[in-house]
């Protein structure tokens, strides 16, 4: 069964790199058929997906966040990672990663999702 | 971006009560509608897939509807675990979407 683990800083300073990881147990990244997401929730809100990655390293990002996002996997550790650059108080967040399965018919869905981790950006 | 939005936003409801929320799309997205249960504190979790698909393991009480623009949620007999934040989302385009969420409260 696979299980993902996000971890990172809970705290970042506003203008600095907001940086994550998600590690991925029970399954291999590099297995093909799914992308590899990051959503986040800002605190009583709903869900904002921020961007995917293929295990080959293709990706694609959120237009609202485009700018200052990166999605990087690293296949021999099974983990992938966000990094957001410029951060200010608005992206203060519980930040989830998730599998994203692809069907045959190309459709896909979130599942599963890592618990979630809170990064607060303040000084 | 294709917007989603669900109504209603919240409702109050008893066990045992048939609970119906709807979902519905700025543009046509076929069946690539995806339904998720957040709990309080709880990652999501995923409940159906393509509309109207079940995921393993999800009880049976929970079914979803609709193709196109409108799309529908419903909880047959609602238990006490399922007081919880339902939310759709879409896979038709990116940027993936999801709705404002309903919360679902106890009566």
């Known amino acids: 069964q696979v299980q993902l683990q996000e971890s990172g800083p809970g705290l970042v300073k506003p203008s600095q790199t907001l940086s994550l990881t998600c590690t991925v147990s029970g399954g291999s990244i590099s297995s093909g058929g799914y992308y590899w997401s990051w959503i986040r929730q800002h605190p009583g809100k709903g869900l904002e997906w921020i961007g995917y990655i293929f295990y080959s390293g293709s990706t694609y990002y959120n237009p609202s966040l485009r700018s200052r996002v990166t999605i990087s996997v690293d296949t021999s550790k099974n983990q992938f990672s966000l990094k957001l650059s410029s951060v200010t108080a608005a992206d203060t967040a519980v930040y989830y990663c998730a599998r994203d399965q692809i069907s045959s018919a190309n459709k896909d869905w979130f599942d599963p999702w890592g618990q979630g981790t809170l990064v607060t950006v303040s000084s | 971006d294709i917007q989603m939005t669900q109504s209603p936003s919240s409702l109050s409801a008893s066990v045992r009560d048939r609970v119906t929320i709807t979902c519905r799309a700025s543009q046509s997205i076929s069946s690539y509608l995806n339904w998720y249960q957040q709990r309080p504190g709880k990652a999501p979790k995923l409940l159906i897939y393509?509309?109207?698909i079940l995921q393993s393991g999800v009880p049976s009480r929970f079914s979803g509807s609709g193709s196109g623009t409108d799309f529908t949620l419903t909880i047959s007999s609602l238990q006490p675990e399922d007081f919880a934040t339902y939310y759709c989302?879409?896979?038709?385009?990116?940027?993936?979407?999801f709705g404002q969420g309903t919360k679902v409260e106890i009566k």
């Open positions: 393509a509309a109207s």
């Open positions: 989302q879409q896979s038709y385009d990116t940027p993936r979407t």
